[in-house]
């Protein structure tokens, strides 16, 4: 069983920036697949980044497409998010997620990965 612990939530004023990290418990490269989720006060859980087994590429929300990078470091057991230019809508629990068994068409679906994190709370002052 994959035990993920995030760090590096904070608050931080508007334009601000964030690095998190996710680490690992266990290997977590190919195949896993590894995601950060986010979820604001009173929303429901969302996409936020994902690396399908540990290929190259790495897939965004719209919303921080631009302004957040994901990367992952595998012989650390560790993915990061590097948050910039951060407005209050990012103000949410950030969760870091993994599974080995999705398939590249449920990467955005939080319901498709079976660890979790207990998150990390970032905030974005006005």
């Known amino acids: 069983q994959v035990q993920l612990v995030e760090s590096g939530g904070g608050l931080v004023p508007t334009g601000g920036s964030l690095r998190l990290s996710c680490q690992a418990s266990e290997r977590t490269s190919s195949p896993y697949t590894m995601a950060w989720f986010r979820q604001g006060p009173g929303k429901e859980r969302e996409f936020v980044a994902a690396n399908f087994r540990n290929y190259g590429r790495i897939a965004y929300a719209d919303s921080v497409k631009g302004r957040f990078t994901m990367s992952r470091d595998s012989a650390k057991n560790t993915v990061y998010l590097q948050m910039n230019g951060l407005k209050p809508d990012d103000t949410a629990v950030y969760y870091c997620?993994?599974?080995?068994?999705?398939?590249?068409?449920?990467?955005?679906?939080?319901?498709?990965?079976?660890?979790w994190g207990r998150g990390t709370q970032v905030t974005v002052s006005s």
């Open positions: 997620a993994a599974d080995s068994r999705l398939i590249a068409s449920s990467l955005r679906l939080s319901s498709e990965y079976d660890y």
